[in-house]
């Protein structure tokens, strides 16, 4: 049975991921012709991370307590929905209200699929695990893009809309009727609540130090997301289809490297993978605004799919172990809001910047902030590692 959940599970997760990965390269340009500048593009993303934030943890808890596949069959509804509202927006307002509420259903969505994923994980086998997720999560965001590009170039910007609430409907029925309930111990075990769970998990170095990097190293995505398609729109009139390659290249890369990524993570020193994955897509950040044309984007974008092929499973062995003691719901609710306010930092910082600066310097802003908190954090869990580990053979 478990087999036939992960199967299910990580396809309807590529698929609804796929959807949303096909509007990636239109939402920056159909926001700007509503009217929105950049602290206006960085609001829209801000309202997905921050309703998405506040509900990530409360259902995050929840289903581990009353199970998770209604959670899904949620967020996979809301996807459908907001992918039919979309088009009907007329007002940057519009935008802002859709994609509030379209952080709700991804609340939903990927931290329980982590958490379904870190339930059936084996002791040591955490990273192949979620390298499995990932592999589905990037696939799906990564071959949404070009698909997007094409039907925006051939059918108008609406038609990528609405071909994301067909892909989230599929998913659903896909859920619905070929996923049976998983019947574990670790869900319906007792689990502390969910303010309780935050203050254990804050009260930790460890566990704090791999909420800062997941929060950290989200940063840049609202740049090489929403920001992206705006820049090689004004260097070089780039037609949908090109950015959407730019941004699948990245995605797609790391998708095929995320099953490596993950049995390195399982047997390799996390917090070095961790620091160097780090470096990598720091250094690309800052390169972006220097790369004169698009091959120099694809080759950079190329290398920073690598570096994320690095980090994200090592982040979420790391999270999956620490799951174990607080809850998988709870821990992964919290992981992924660390991820949402990730972006929500990127996503003001990048707008503000943009205002100020210019766009070319949201890019290296972001870099070196990431790479100094990712730093931060890698020796937080180094150290908040060493102390578990003296406290555990105290007790033995």
């Known amino acids: 049975m478990k087999k036939q959940i992960l199967v299910t599970l990580l396809l309807a997760v590529m698929i609804a991921l796929f959807g949303i990965g096909i509007i990636a390269p239109i939402m920056p340009i159909f926001a700007v012709s509503l009217g929105a500048g950049g602290l206006a593009l960085g609001s829209i993303i801000a309202a997905f991370s921050i309703t998405r934030g506040i509900f990530q943890p409360i259902v995050g808890s929840l289903s581990d307590h009353w199970g998770r596949k209604g959670f899904l069959i949620g967020g996979l509804l809301i996807y459908t929905m907001v992918g039919l509202a979309l088009p009907q927006a007329t007002s940057v307002a519009n935008l802002v209200f859709i994609r509030a509420f379209h952080g709700v259903g991804s609340a ?10 870190s339930d059936m994980a084996p002791l040591g086998q955490e990273g192949r695990y979620m390298g499995m ?13 070009l698909l997007g590009g094409f039907f925006s170039d051939l059918w108008g910007m609406a038609s990528a809309f609405y071909a994301m609430a067909a892909l ?14 998983l019947q574990d111990k670790a869900v319906k075990r007792p ?14 170095r460890r566990t704090g130090g791999i909420l800062l990097a997941r929060m950290a190293t989200m940063m840049i995505m609202v740049p090489t997301m929403a920001f992206l398609p705006l820049l090689m729109d004004r260097w070089f009139h780039a037609s949908g289809m090109q950015i959407g390659i730019i941004i699948a290249c990245r995605t797609l890369v790391s998708a095929l490297l995320q099953t490596s990524g993950g049995r390195m993570a399982d047997s390799r020193d996390k917090v070095t993978l961790l620091r160097i994955g780090s470096v990598i897509i720091s250094c690309v950040m800052c390169l972006v605004p220097l790369a004169a044309n698009f091959w120099w984007l694809f080759v950079l974008f190329v290398i920073l799919g690598m570096g994320d092929a690095l980090i994200w499973p090592v982040l979420g062995a790391l999270a999956t172990e620490d799951g174990r003691d607080y809850g998988q719901g709870s821990m992964m609710g919290v ?31 972001i870099g070196v902030i990431v790479l100094i908190l990712s730093m931060v954090a890698a ?11 003296r406290e555990v053979a105290q007790r033995t």
């Not at 939903?108 to 994923?117: C, D, E, R, T």
Request: hydrophobic residues 55%.
């Open 335 to 365: 992981f992924s809001l660390a991820m949402s306010c990730g972006v929500f930092l990127g996503a003001m910082g990048a707008g503000v910047s943009m205002d100020q600066l210019g766009l070319k310097w949201s890019f290296f802003i």
């Open 133 to 145: 997720l990932n592999v589905a999560i990037f696939t799906g965001i990564g071959g949404g893009p």
């Open 379 to 389: 020796a937080m869990i180094r150290t908040g590692s060493r102390t578990r580990a």
């Open 108 to 117: 939903m969505i990927v931290p329980i699929a982590m958490a379904y994923v």
């Open 191 to 204: 689990r502390p609540g969910i303010l309780k769970a935050l203050r254990s998990m804050l009260a930790s």
């Open 168 to 181: 989230s409907f599929m998913a659903l029925l896909l859920v619905l009727f070929q996923m049976p309930r």
